[in-house]
């Protein structure tokens, strides 16, 4: 009985020990260095301790190459182009971290422009007369920094100032959008000889697009045949964007 009870306890210990042995030898060690040896094949986890401050007041890992080679970096880091290469968990801001991409898209995908990405100019009036009282009107959108453009102008062409009917029929007023070789041109008819004020009144919506290679204005011009009307509430605003293609249709 003796003999047999110290042999199962011998042939227990050596199982355990090829067991606990078995287990060790899954696990890889990390060797700095090491091109072929480092083939983990489990998860590692480390975690700082210190009991006063719930973990250390410094960086956990250092890396430094001090190498300037063409391909000298201090981390890798290789994934499959369907899984991220790395998982954070705070949102808090990383001091000079330059990236080649935000959400997929390139840095020459977003707009840059410490000034604006809209301008805009108004007149409520904008009319000048000569002295036979022939008038027309002129507002200039000027300063817009080097880009590309959408362009919208509007104003109010305005017989009605006038006190007496305009014998003759009726009046056309035409106002010209330009920037650079760009331009839209509006038309309106108004009837000089209604009595009835709203007839004599017409706005002119007109739009444009561009690129600016450089600094470049916007000039909205307008002028009627022969009649002093007025050019009122005269706006121009010019919407910055990324990309822009202008194509006849």
């Known amino acids: 009985m003796k003999g047999s009870f110290k042999t199962a306890l011998i042939a227990a210990v050596v199982s355990a020990v090829v067991s606990a042995s078995a287990a060790v030898a899954t696990t890889s060690t990390f060797i700095l260095g090491s091109t072929t040896a480092n083939v983990p ?65 390139d840095s020459t995908g977003f707009l ?68 650079g070789i760009d331009s839209d041109q509006a038309q309106t008819e108004v009837d000089a000889q209604s009595e009835t004020v709203g007839a004599r009144i017409q706005t002119l919506p007109l739009q444009v697009v561009h690129t600016f290679t450089s600094s470049g204005q916007v000039i909205l011009a307008c002028d009627d045949e022969i009649s002093s009307g007025h050019w009122l509430w005269a706006k121009i605003t010019a919407l910055r964007v990324t990309s822009l293609s202008n194509v006849p249709g």
């Open 41 to 105: 094949d489990a998860p590692t986890a480390v975690t700082a301790k210190n009991v006063s401050l719930g973990g250390l007041n410094a960086k956990m890992l250092q890396l430094t190459n001090n190498s300037t080679g063409s391909s000298a970096t201090a981390l890798g880091l290789t994934t499959p182009n369907s899984r991220p290469p790395m998982i954070v968990s705070s949102q808090a801001k990383v001091a000079n971290l330059n990236a080649d991409k935000l959400d997929g898209i």
């Open 112 to 179: 840059r422009s410490p000034i604006g990405n809209a301008y805009s100019v108004f007149d409520n009036d904008m009319t000048s007369c000569d002295a036979t009282q022939h008038c027309n009107g002129q507002l200039v959108l000027s300063n817009l920094p080097a880009g590309a453009y959408v362009i919208s102008a509007k104003t109010i062409y305005n017989y009605a100032n006038q006190g007496a009917v305009l014998a003759g029929g009726s009046m056309i007023g035409t106002c010209t959008l330009s920037a």
